[in-house]
């Protein structure tokens, strides 16, 4: 989340929590082996410029959003456009640079806000990643949808409180890295999920059982093989299932002969297990994240993140953030012993993002979050 994009003709500095300071010439092209694990000040088109191509392997960031927040840094920075559409095409030339420095089996991961103006939504992240996929040779994967646990706690007479915002994860083709069963691993194994199954799930089924016109025996049978899938799930031998009750729910799906609609007709029910881990979806709960002592008015959440990378890298990737901000993304890099490359205009951030990395403790959970729960 930089705080704009106004081009600094002061010489960029490298900061970093091992090796303090560091100069850089202005025109000189970077070698990308020479900036990993540093922050860097300057202006994010600027510097992702003078990076070599197919060299990252991902760009995930959040940039400021549309006439939001005053950075500090004058009309010229990013987000302080005069019309929605110049901020697009601000983002655009950001976007393009991104394409071209991601390898082929990379992912770019925009994360933007929306804006109401004169009454009304603008859909600026839509519009953003509908011009992208017009302009650019990507294709869009996911929009992973941010739900937040704790928004703004306003109440309006006219519409609704926003409590969600999208990443919009793109890759240059079909051979991005994808590890599907790093991205909320902590809920595979989640003792509480089978409790609850019990206890919740469970105990619907048995009432429904009772109010279902079943026969005697077909109930008791229904009993019976509803605390077999139950011990099933409490052992970990099946992760999760469904039950269909005649009279009670709806025909099996698409109404075929043989399978669930046969068991219906002769059993009075039908229970559909379901093996693995839980189905991976394209939300992610977390609450706002507020940091004790970071002065920065937009912080996204470290877990939030941290799925992210483990989504779609592995250890020693290349992860760059060109509107670093507060340092989250570089944060939850160092914690998953993933490389970082941040880029921010506003000084005051990159001395902000420098310190939590001088802070870190490697051992320490995500800071203030467990499984995006806030401690």
């Not at 806000?113 to 302009?135: C, H, M, S, W």
Request: proline share 3%.
């Amino acid at each position: 989340m930089q705080g704009g994009d106004k081009m600094v003709e002061t010489e960029k500095l490298i900061l970093d929590s091992d090796e303090m300071t560091l100069s850089v010439d202005k025109n000189s092209n970077i070698n990308i082996n020479n900036i990993t694990n540093k922050l860097i000040c300057g202006n994010s088109i600027e510097l992702l410029k003078r990076l070599p191509s197919n060299s990252v392997n991902l760009v995930i960031t959040s940039p400021p959003y549309f006439k939001q927040r005053d950075y500090g840094l004058g009309k010229e920075e990013i987000g302080r456009e005069r019309t929605v559409e110049d901020y697009i095409n601000n983002l655009l030339k950001v976007f393009h640079e991104c394409v071209r420095i991601i390898r082929e089996d990379g992912s770019i991961v925009f994360n933007l806000g929306d804006k109401y103006q004169n009454g009304t939504l603008l859909l600026v992240p839509y519009r953003f990643a509908i011009e992208v996929l017009k302009k650019e040779n990507v294709k869009l994967v996911n929009q992973i949808v941010w739900n937040k646990l704790n928004p703004t706690p306003r109440q309006f007479k006219r519409r609704l409180v926003n409590s969600t915002e999208p990443f919009f994860h793109f890759v240059k083709g079909k051979n991005y890295y994808y590890n599907l069963d790093a991205f909320l691993s902590s809920k595979d194994t989640d003792n509480n999920h089978r409790d609850n199954i019990t206890i919740n799930i469970g105990k619907k089924y048995f009432e429904l059982i009772e109010k279902s016109d079943l026969s005697p025996e077909q109930k008791d049978l229904a009993k019976k093989e509803l605390n077999e899938v139950i011990e099933e799930v409490k052992k970990g031998k099946t992760y999760d299932f469904r039950m269909k009750i005649r009279g009670i729910h709806s025909d099996a799906f698409g109404g075929q002969d043989g399978g669930r609609k046969s068991q219906l007709l002769s059993k009075g029910f039908t229970i559909i297990k379901m093996h693995g881990n839980h189905i991976k979806k394209d939300i992610i709960e977390s609450p706002v994240e507020s940091l004790k002592g970071i002065q920065h008015p937009a912080i996204y959440p470290e877990y939030l993140i941290s799925e992210l990378l483990k989504l779609l890298t592995k250890e020693g990737d290349i992860v760059l953030d060109p509107f670093i901000g507060s340092g989250t993304t570089a944060v939850a890099c160092k914690k998953l012993n993933r490389k970082y490359i941040g880029f921010d205009l506003n000084p005051k951030y990159i001395e902000i993002a420098k310190k939590r990395l001088l802070k870190l403790n490697i051992n320490k959970t995500l800071e203030g979050y467990i499984n995006g729960k806030e401690q």
